[in-house]
């Protein structure tokens, strides 16, 4: 048996099959393993398979009427008894995650905890906190008039939950959807079906279960369309384009990996060099919110690139089941890409700090200090625990680069409010002026439902719905 399902049989064995070697489907709140099954090798080496659902319409036929009978009250109330349930079993899920993704343990334990703080919050999930919302119209008629918004849910919702961080994913978009009254389907990503299946069993066992399933398929291409009526997305911009040519209504967080600016000098260049080191390295480099680039004015780059080198050298590199500090990435493929980076920035001037090892789906920590512009390193997302630092002798140089670095979803500036108004000027996402606290915001804006960007200024994205004014 594998220790992937081993772990999952430890939560629900009825989740795994009758011979201890896969994962069921979910149609409706009960398993099942009717379909064919295709074998799954996680980046540890782990080996289950999934049973490929053939039914996908039972899958989507979700009562979403019934559900809007069960008063909002009610659905918080019940989704609450679901953290309660992973309270019981998060040491465990932590290990199924960290099994499938490579994470470290204590990365996973805050995924797990993440996800609790999420269900905590639901509340502030309701549109409307209930059905109506009333007021008086902005026009003058005889008589006196009130206003309602009536707003209904109709159809089921789709989650796609990132390989990154399967268990959250899972429990933040199905928590969304049922607290305002939308059935879900969740869809989980390839090599990472227990952390998924881990999540439904939380959620499966109250009295929302009724109104989830839990699919493996091949691709998007097979999905229903007509029956979903919102799609809550963790993943690329690109997957958000493509689905949109799809779906009517797309609630994407399409946080990636980040960059940090610095034109003013930290308080504690050994603390930040710590922070973004660990940042850097979280996941081997695949996690949201991962620093991976660093542009600086030169005298502070370089006294910062000492630091980072002495923290990457104290690093272990292996299975995180085991106590090291990086683990694997996702695919083999992942690495090669990042071995042919190194290469090409070195071959334009850059020096490695430490030699980029790779064997298998690892990959050893590296630091790549003074990256011309001219690096293919600077212009395309990496998925790899590289630092790639680029020293500049102007402010407004490294300024200028960030807003040409489309590949970063968000920037740290270490520098003046007015440094950090200009970056914001430039580009689209997220700039965090650069604090104690500012690696912590990174990770928030990957723990929530929809545009972080909106969600900090307007509030949750929240489900489609059909709205009617009632006056009277």
């Known amino acids: ?6 772990l999952l049989r430890s939560i629900d064995d009825a989740l795994v099959t009758e011979d201890g070697r896969g994962i069921k489907n979910v149609i409706a709140g009960m398993s099942r393993d009717q379909g064919r099954k295709v074998w799954v090798e996680t980046p540890l080496g782990h080996r289950y398979y999934v049973v490929i659902t053939q039914d996908l319409e039972a899958a989507f036929d979700l009562r979403y009427d019934a559900l809007s009978l069960m008063s909002p009250s009610d659905r918080l109330e019940v989704l609450a008894e679901a953290s309660d349930t992973i309270d019981d079993y998060k040491d465990v899920i932590a290990k199924i995650i960290s099994a499938e993704t490579g994470k470290r343990l204590p990365d996973a334990r805050e995924e797990v905890e993440a996800s609790q703080s999420f269900i905590s919050q639901a509340q502030e999930l309701l549109s409307s906190r209930g059905t109506t919302t009333t007021g008086r ?97 963790f993943g690329r911009e690109f997957t958000y384009r493509s689905l949109r040519r799809s779906f009517s209504n797309v609630i994407a967080n399409c946080s990636g990996r980040a960059a940090l600016l610095l034109c003013a000098e930290p308080k504690d260049v050994e603390g930040l060099a710590k922070k973004v080191v660990e940042s850097a390295v979280s996941n081997a480099g695949q996690a949201c919110g991962s620093v991976r680039w660093v542009l600086a004015l030169r005298g502070l780059g370089e006294d910062l690139v000492d630091s980072m080198q002495d923290y990457i050298s104290q690093l272990s590199v292996g299975d995180p089941l085991e106590g090291k500090d990086v683990g694997p990435l996702r695919t083999r493929g992942l690495v090669d890409r990042a071995a042919k980076l190194v290469s090409d920035a070195t071959s334009r001037g850059a020096r490695a700090l430490g030699e980029a090892r790779a064997e298998g789906n690892y990959m050893s920590p590296v630091v790549l200090s003074e990256v011309p512009r001219g690096a293919e390193i600077l212009w395309g997302d990496v998925e790899a625990p590289i630092i790639s630092v680029s020293l500049y002798d102007d402010c407004s140089e490294v300024v200028q680069t960030v807003s040409m670095l489309n590949s970063a979803t968000s920037v740290i500036v270490y520098g003046g409010l007015s440094t950090a108004y200009s970056v914001a000027k430039s580009r689209t996402g997220a700039v965090v002026w650069g604090r104690d606290d500012s690696f912590e915001l990174l990770k928030a804006m990957c723990h929530v439902v929809g545009d972080p960007a909106r969600y900090f200024s307007e509030g949750p994205e929240l489900p489609a719905s059909r709205r009617a004014l009632l006056v009277f």
């Open 1 to 6: 048996m594998s220790l992937v399902v081993d």
């Open 137 to 233: 119209p902005h026009f003058d008629l005889s008589g006196e008039w009130t206003s309602a918004q009536v707003i209904v849910r109709e159809g089921v919702g789709l989650v796609l939950p990132p390989f990154t961080s399967p268990f959250f994913g899972s429990i933040a978009g199905a928590s969304t959807l049922l607290a305002n009254g939308m059935p879900a389907v969740v869809k989980p990503p390839w090599q990472a079906s227990a952390s998924v299946a881990a999540a439904l069993s939380a959620l499966r066992e109250t009295d929302l279960g009724d109104f989830l399933s839990m699919i493996n398929t091949s691709s998007y291409g097979t999905l229903p369309a007509e029956e979903v009526a919102s799609v809550v997305l």
